[in-house]
């Protein structure tokens, strides 16, 4: 069992993701980021989904990076897949840990946001990809 898995749950159940058009400027997946900010986006893109072999930047959960750097201080804004999310904590953990390991990250905080909402549609073409090779179809 991986580190950090859920053990008081079973596993996710909900399958029945919203799709529709996502705002034009999702998915956001950090290209044209540069310094401590591309660093950070380079680390989220490490950080798997715990039910699928899917990086939560191709899964486009990943709203917004900001890093200051006069305070080292990292803001990643996440979404879920769906608002009840069972792994909720585990991956806010996971993608808090992930930006902290970015040169230049002293601290970091995770703030969920609702709004847009996430759909399928804000699947990268990558994630696209490594969720057939799963047996998932987009």
Same mark, same amino acid.
């Given at each position: 069992m991986?580190?950090?898995? @859920?053990?008081?749950?079973?596993a996710c159940a909900y399958t029945d993701?919203?799709?529709?058009?996502s705002p034009e400027e999702y998915p956001k997946t950090?290209?044209?980021a540069t310094g401590v900010e591309a660093d950070v986006w380079a680390?989220?893109?490490?950080?798997?989904? @715990?039910?699928?072999p899917v990086s939560v930047v191709d899964l486009g959960l990943v709203y917004g990076v900001e890093v200051d750097e006069?305070?080292?201080h990292c803001v990643v804004e996440l979404t879920l897949t769906y608002s009840g999310c069972p792994a909720r904590d585990m991956l806010m953990n996971d993608v808090r840990c992930a930006a902290e390991t970015a040169d230049g990250?002293?601290?970091a905080e995770v703030c969920l946001r609702y709004s847009p909402q996430?759909?399928?549609d804000m699947v990268t073409e990558r994630g696209r990809e490594n969720l057939r090779e799963?047996?998932?179809?987009?």
């Open positions: 991986p580190v950090n898995a @859920p053990t008081d749950s079973d993701y919203p799709s529709g058009e950090g290209d044209g680390a989220l893109a490490e950080v798997e989904d @715990p039910e699928m006069e305070t080292d990250v002293r601290d996430w759909t399928v799963f047996g998932l179809s987009v």
